[in-house]
């Protein structure tokens, strides 16, 4: 593991981290470099409960409702995917430990990702970080993953060009297409999908779960052209399918 960037948010100014994982063993992305985006000195949990996860996650609904309620661990209402207490809050503590190195410049990051499929944001929205990062990381990649919910966010590096566009409604969705951009969207049922715009993610239950994200790599962003991706909520907490 290492740390790939160590700085401001591009959302609010406050410290930051971007972990790199070399092995994944996820059982939907297949073995893809994970990155972590982290607040730096908050645990995890403490970012969570009390909305300081904005630094990372910016406004994306499914972090919850902030709480000072004594007998919570989480915000209210949380909907992320992302299990904290897990992969997350292992990371920040091996951190906080001294555990990882601090890697620097263009050649060395892409090392990192040459020749390996990458997931932007395991955790944290990638635009909460200057996109050159990304670019390095990616530039010997066999491929990415990437979502985003900052289309609107001031300050923001959102890279439509590198990731999905996070769609909370088909409204959005549709705007985003306008735009040129494509969307990754949760939708109620396999019916909700709409024709000629957008496919089953090929991960789902529904279609099968006949691939994963390592071989499926169509969620890049426009740099891919390809339809955008729907798949079907799966119960609470899955709100948000990437994992
Ligand atoms: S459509 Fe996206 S989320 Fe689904 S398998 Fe492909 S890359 Fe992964």
Same mark, same amino acid.
């Given at each position: 593991m290492m740390i790939i960037y160590n700085?401001? &948010?591009?959302?609010?100014?406050?410290?930051?981290v971007v972990i790199a994982t070399k092995? &994944?063993?996820?059982?939907?992305?297949?073995?893809?470099?994970?990155?972590?985006?982290?607040?730096?000195?908050?645990?995890?949990?403490?970012?969570?409960?009390?909305?300081?996860?904005?630094?990372? %996650?910016?406004?994306?609904?499914?972090?919850?409702?902030?709480?000072?309620?004594?007998?919570?661990?989480?915000?209210?209402?949380?909907?992320?995917?992302?299990?904290?207490?897990?992969?997350?809050?292992?990371?920040?503590?091996a951190f906080?430990r001294g555990a990882y190195d601090a890697i620097t410049g263009?050649?060395n990051i892409?090392a990192i990702?040459?020749?390996?499929?990458?997931?932007?944001?395991?955790?944290?929205?990638?635009?909460?970080? =200057?996109?050159?990062?990304? !670019? &390095?990381?990616? &530039?010997?990649?066999?491929?990415?993953?990437?979502?985003?919910?900052?289309?609107?966010?001031?300050?923001?590096?959102?890279? =439509?060009?590198?990731?999905?566009?996070?769609?909370?409604? *088909?409204? *959005?969705?549709?705007?985003?297409?306008?735009?040129? *951009?494509?969307?990754?969207?949760?939708?109620?049922?396999?019916?909700?999908?709409?024709?000629?715009? *957008?496919?089953?993610? =090929?991960?789902?239950? !529904?279609?099968?779960?006949?691939?994963? %994200?390592?071989?499926?790599?169509?969620?890049?962003?426009?740099?891919?052209?390809?339809?955008?991706?729907?798949? =079907?909520?799966?119960?609470?907490?899955?709100?948000?399918?990437?994992?």
């Open positions: 700085g401001p &948010s591009l959302l609010d100014g406050k410290p930051i092995k &994944s063993g996820n059982a939907k992305t297949g073995d893809m470099v994970q990155t972590y985006i982290l607040c730096r000195d908050i645990d995890p949990r403490d970012a969570n409960k009390r909305g300081d996860d904005y630094s990372i %996650c910016g406004n994306c609904k499914h972090r919850g409702t902030a709480t000072d309620d004594p007998t919570r661990k989480l915000a209210k209402n949380r909907s992320c995917y992302v299990n904290i207490g897990q992969g997350v809050l292992i990371v920040w503590k906080q263009h050649d892409a990702g040459a020749g390996r499929m990458v997931r932007l944001g395991t955790y944290g929205d990638p635009s909460a970080v =200057p996109a050159w990062i990304w !670019e &390095s990381l990616l &530039s010997q990649a066999d491929g990415w993953t990437g979502y985003s919910h900052q289309a609107d966010v001031a300050g923001a590096d959102y890279r =439509p060009d590198m990731v999905m566009r996070s769609a909370d409604t *088909e409204q *959005e969705a549709r705007d985003a297409w306008q735009n040129g *951009e494509r969307t990754f969207r949760v939708v109620a049922n396999v019916s909700d999908i709409i024709a000629g715009r *957008e496919i089953l993610c =090929p991960a789902s239950k !529904e279609a099968g779960q006949r691939v994963q %994200c390592h071989d499926c790599k169509l969620c890049a962003g426009s740099s891919i052209a390809a339809k955008s991706i729907a798949i =079907p909520a799966h119960g609470a907490g899955a709100t948000h399918f990437t994992a």
